[in-house]
Structures are given as C-alpha cells and as structure tokens.
C-alpha cells in the first residue's frame, strides 16, 4: 500500500517510480512478504510484514540513470525486438509465475493428503 502511494505521488509530479519495471515490481515486492504460518484450515493467509530495501530502490534509479550513456546502443534495437522484450515479461510474470506457484502449492497439498492417507 505504501509502495503504492509512492509510486501514485511520483506519477503525479512526473518522478521516477520506485522500480523501473513495473511488472518486476510486483513479483518483487511478494518475493519480500511474510505471510502467518499459523491459520486454521479454510482461513486466508495473513500477510504479516513487507521488508522494503532501499538500497534497491538506489540501484535501479542509478541504473535508469545510466542508460543514458547507453542512447546510441538503444537505438539501433528495433521497437519490435523491443515490444516483444516487454511482452515476455509480462507473459513470464504474470502467467507462468503465477502458474508455477499454483502448481507448487497444488503438489504440495497431495504429498499432505498422501501422508495423512498412510
């Protein structure tokens, strides 16, 4: 939530957001939630605690920063190979993540059934 206030803020006075790619974003900021182990069975998942890096936040900004240096390199890669960049990583992110940790947890939940079986 605050990430979002911040990022919301930024937008509005044409700041740089806090990561560079928005769609990393995401996957990164659950990759540093802690959820509670502890919830009864049907109960949804709490998330207890978000541990922001800030020195993320500094080595993104520095690497935005250096491309710059990088314009005429840029420009010679065609706005399709570009496209197509941007398209795979919201296509790996979002879809195959998501589908991973889906059939992660899935697997897990049947070696729970098969031991309580036994």
């Known amino acids: 939530m605050i990430s979002g ?4 803020i930024s937008g509005l006075f044409s700041l740089p957001w806090i990561c560079a790619a928005p769609v990393r974003s995401l996957a990164y900021v659950d990759s ?15 998330l207890i605690d ?8 500094i080595g993104v900004h520095l690497l935005i920063g250096c491309t710059i240096f990088a ?16 398209l795979y990583l ?10 991973l940790v889906e059939l ?9 059934i098969q031991i309580l079986a036994i």
């Not at 206030?5 to 919301?8: D, H, M, R, T």
């Not at 540093?32 to 182990?37: A, F, G, P």
């Open 90 to 99: 919201v296509l790996y992110l979002y879809l195959i993540h998501n589908y």
């Open 71 to 86: 314009a005429p390199i840029i420009h010679k890669i065609s706005v399709a190979a570009l496209f197509g960049i941007f």
């Open 5 to 8: 206030i911040i990022i919301s």
């Open 32 to 46: 540093l939630s802690k959820y509670s182990n502890t919830h009864a069975s049907g109960e949804k998942v709490r």
């Open 50 to 57: 978000i541990k922001d890096q800030r020195l993320t936040n």
């Open 104 to 112: 992660k947890w899935h697997l897990f939940q049947q070696n729970i």
